[in-house]
């Protein structure tokens, strides 16, 4: 848990290190990352619970499934975004797609790029006056927001590894 790590005690390099006018490299930029295709959501009923869980699939070129459990409303925009439609009043993601483009820019692509204790984390990249930067997102939002932008979508190699099944 994030309450768990002393980051007082993590080790950062002294910002002398870096050459004047250098920025510091971003972390994980020289992650392998994979495009993944959003093959659907669905919903699965526990036995005995009888409360759906709702999840979006996501695959690789290779064949490689990810399950990624997502609330009901992401499930919701997410379908919908596929499926061509709009909601009958802007959603969120409707919404912050257009203040990006509105201010001249682009959602460039989604990257998940990290596994930890079942949770899955992500990233948007957007793309404003030639600028790239990357925002911290849950996965379920950035890939509606990526939807709508027609945005690819990437998924790290690590997390690739840890969390795909084959499918045959």
Known sequence: MAEDFDYDEEQ???????????????????????????????????????????FV?????RGRSVLIVIGKFEAMAISLALEGHS????????LLNSVVEKMGGSVDRILIDDLWNNTYYAKV????????????SRPSDAIALGLRAHA???MAESVLEKAAVQEE
């Open 125 to 136: 990249g957007l793309v404003v006056d030639g600028k790239s930067m990357e925002v911290d």
């Open 12 to 54: 950062r390099p002294d910002p002398s290190f870096w050459a004047d006018g250098e920025d510091a490299p971003v972390p994980d930029s020289d992650l392998q990352e994979k495009e993944v295709k959003v093959v659907g959501v669905y919903e699965h009923v526990e036995q005995g619970s009888g409360q759906p869980t709702a």
């Open 87 to 94: 909601a009958d009043r802007p959603l969120p993601y409707d």
């Open 152 to 154: 690819r979508i990437y």
């Open 57 to 61: 699939l996501l695959r690789d070129s």
